[in-house]
């Protein structure tokens, strides 16, 4: 069983040295890989080295691509494998004696979305758990039983709908948002990326994770570009 990590409030957690914080590696590929031994030799070099190797990972620059499509698409590699990130860096409250932790499920809104994302996420691991990715349309916005599925939800920009009745009927089911609007995160989002200078940047809504009963590792939010922590720091 995956080591348990200590209370706190706010729902920020300081994991230190945890090896689930082992993330991406290299400049040039959106899909995670182990931490080189050169960073294993100390605790402090670990938490430098993966700070800093996320932070870079969210800020490659998407203008080189020849074309829009393949433009786009290259953006939802990297993406993904933030998320991947992101859920590596949040706990879900989880039974104490859980010895065989189930599978995490990602929802994902769009089809060519969903289809980057499954790709780097494919047979990837989250606390011994296997990271499940599985497509949402709009007929899931009616019943909610397969949102209500999900350990994680990202909406791209392209998903059109009430972001805020959204959030609001998850409140309190444990499930992580993640998107990529303004409307999205003034809707109660947790996590949104944003672009800046053409790189990709992300921001945090801590009463997100607060209404979930989420904890998020204090690391994650250091790198952020914006943790909001009350509603009148959205619109800013």
């Known amino acids: 069983m995956a080591e348990r990590l200590s209370s706190s409030t706010n729902g920020i957690e300081d994991p230190g040295g945890d090896p689930r914080l082992h993330g991406l590696v290299r400049e040039d590929c959106p899909a995670p890989a182990p931490i080189p031994p050169l960073l294993r030799r100390g605790r402090r070099s670990i938490l430098f080295g993966i700070a800093s190797l996320i932070l870079l990972l969210c800020q490659i620059p998407l203008s080189a691509a020849p074309a829009p499509d393949e433009k786009r698409y290259k953006e939802y590699e990297v993406k993904a494998a933030c998320i991947y990130n992101f859920l590596k860096f949040v706990e879900w409250p989880r039974p104490e004696d859980d010895k065989d932790p189930p599978p995490l499920t990602l929802g994902v809104f769009g089809k060519d979305v969903h289809r980057v994302i499954e790709k780097v996420l494919k047979n990837r691991t989250v606390r011994k758990g296997k990271v499940r990715v599985i497509r949402l349309t709009d007929k899931d916005l009616k019943d909610y039983k397969a949102v209500f599925g999900c350990d994680a939800v990202f909406i791209p920009d392209s998903q059109k709908m009430d972001y805020k009745k959204f959030t609001a009927r998850i409140s309190r089911k444990n499930i992580l948002t993640i998107g990529e609007s303004k409307e999205f995160f003034e809707g109660n989002g947790t996590i949104n990326f944003v672009l800046v200078d053409k790189k990709i940047r992300f921001e945090i809504n801590l009463a997100g994770v607060r209404n ?17 922590r009350d509603k009148d720091e959205q619109k800013k």
């Open 212 to 228: 979930n009963k989420l904890k998020i590792s204090s690391k994650i939010l250091r790198i952020a570009k914006r943790v909001v």
